[in-house]
């Protein structure tokens, strides 16, 4: 078990003091540690939760779930995604190490088995994220375009291709997750303008609209399916499978002011999230489309700046995601001192550019959003943020738990586990369905 910590940690761990002046060993990395504020880590996690995607939760949340179900069911999200999240981020310095990356912490508690799945399961669920922002930023470049010219010329996948360029650009130019400081400004500018937007003009298309249908769209069977998957995309809306990572950046006591970033992102950070999911289902109910930009009715100039913004918010808060990935990266192969080094840069040329490549492509072959978001929250959401979170936290604090605190975490895996294998079937059978109604680069 020795040797396994000593490779999963790294070959010259340092140690810092906290508050408290308790030694904590740190592993090292080619990316800034402990160096931002609480405040400026809640915009990061805030930035995640009110990117573009927040677009998609009338049509993909509200739709299949109606009034009652979308309602409660954002609020109970919330509920037991800032606690899932809070387990996380309590162990960040369990026995006495710092626990900078999730497959890190995972494999400190279980071994090296957990270690590699985590990584798996962490990757996938980035990853797949990613895969729907490229998607995301495509939808809002051929927005812009339709206003202007409806000739259908320039299909989804086009766009899809120079939104995965520009992506590519800025994840060269910004070499870590801390280094975005003012970028985190813009995005912030960014999701105002498209929340704004999406907001006003929802309600006066609702003021001015006929009584919309409300009721669950589909037969009895399709709406099982798209009730299971809309719990999904519940949970994908609030987790980012990045916590310790996130964690990592900032400042001691790295525990409280975690704490502090996550009581931000979950109060402050969430009341846009409410807000255009419901006004877009309100305004146009069950005909809520995947996209809240592409139903509103209003100045074309509006329309095209909000579109924008979501654009270069969905850049911004892409380069979050694929933070890990650039972070193994990076250390893996040694990748420090000056961005603009030739080494440093054209490895990111090569190695970024390439992933984003990939990525790019799966969202043009199957831009289908609201499937995205649905498997991810079931292949890899429920198993990182609520299983994992919770079984972890049960082992490594077994000896100071009640009888009654263990049942109750032993409650949410078993429950969380079922909910992970049926939203995996129910996601699956919708991409299955869109599959057949749609070719591979389809024009969505």
Same mark, same amino acid.
């Given at each position: ?7 999963? +940690? ?186 704004? +937007? ?25 709406? +099982? ?17 990045? $916590? ?5 950046? %900032? ?93 440093? $840069?054209?490895?990111?040329?090569? +190695? ?25 929250? @079931? ?53 299955? %369905? ?7 680069? @389809?024009? %969505?």
């Amino acid at each position: 078990m020795e040797g396994h910590r000593d490779d999963v +940690v790294s070959n010259r761990p340092r140690k810092v003091y906290s508050d408290d002046q308790l030694a904590i060993e740190i592993p090292e990395t080619a990316h800034q540690i402990s160096s931002d504020s609480w405040f400026q880590v809640g915009f990061v996690l805030t930035t995640g939760i009110n990117s573009a995607y927040v677009l998609g939760y009338s049509g993909a949340v509200m739709v299949p779930l109606g009034w009652v179900g979308g309602v409660v069911g954002l609020i109970l999200a919330t509920a037991i995604s800032l606690y899932a999240n809070a387990l996380i981020a309590y162990l960040h310095e369990f026995g006495g190490k710092r626990h900078i990356r999730y497959r890190d912490l995972a494999g400190f508690i279980y071994g090296p088995k957990a270690y590699k799945l985590t990584w798996v399961l962490q990757y996938i669920n980035l990853f797949m994220i990613n895969v729907g922002y490229v998607i995301l930023a495509g939808q809002a470049l051929k927005a812009i375009y339709v206003l202007f010219r409806d000739d259908n010329e320039m299909k989804l996948p086009y766009f899809i291709a120079i939104a995965g360029f520009a992506c590519g650009l800025f994840a060269i130019c910004i070499p870590h997750l801390s280094a975005l400081r003012i970028w985190l400004g813009f995005s912030t500018f960014f999701s105002l303008v498209y929340i704004v +937007v999406a907001f006003s003009l929802s309600l006066r298309d609702g003021i001015r609209a006929p009584p919309r249908d409300y009721g669950i769209p589909g037969s009895n069977i399709n709406k +099982v399916f798209t009730t299971i998957g809309a719990c999904a995309s519940l949970v994908f809306a609030f987790n980012t499978g990045m $916590l310790p990572e996130i964690q990592a950046t %900032v400042k001691q006591p790295v525990v409280g002011n975690m704490m502090k970033a996550l009581y931000f992102q979950f109060t402050v950070g969430v009341v846009p999230l409410y807000a255009v999911a419901f006004m877009g289902y309100w305004a146009y109910g069950n005909e809520t489309s995947a996209y809240l930009l592409s139903s509103v009715s209003g100045p074309v100039w509006v329309k095209t700046f909000a579109n924008i913004s979501a654009f270069l918010q969905t850049v911004i808060a892409l380069h979050i995601f694929a933070s890990p990935m650039y972070e193994y990266l990076d250390t893996k192969y040694g990748i420090k001192g000056s961005p603009l080094a030739l080494k440093n $840069l054209s490895f990111r040329v090569v +190695v970024r550019g390439g992933y984003l490549t990939v990525t790019t492509l799966l969202a043009a072959a199957l831009p289908f959003i609201g499937d995205f978001m649905s498997l991810t929250g @079931a292949i890899s959401t429920f198993p990182l943020t609520f299983i994992l979170a919770n079984h972890m936290y049960l082992v490594a604090k077994r000896n100071k738990l009640s009888s009654l605190q263990k049942s109750w975490h032993w409650l949410n895996v078993v429950f969380f586990g079922f909910m992970s294998v049926a939203a995996a079937v129910a996601a699956l059978r919708l991409i299955a %369905v869109d599959s057949k109604n749609y070719s591979i680069f @389809a024009d %969505v």
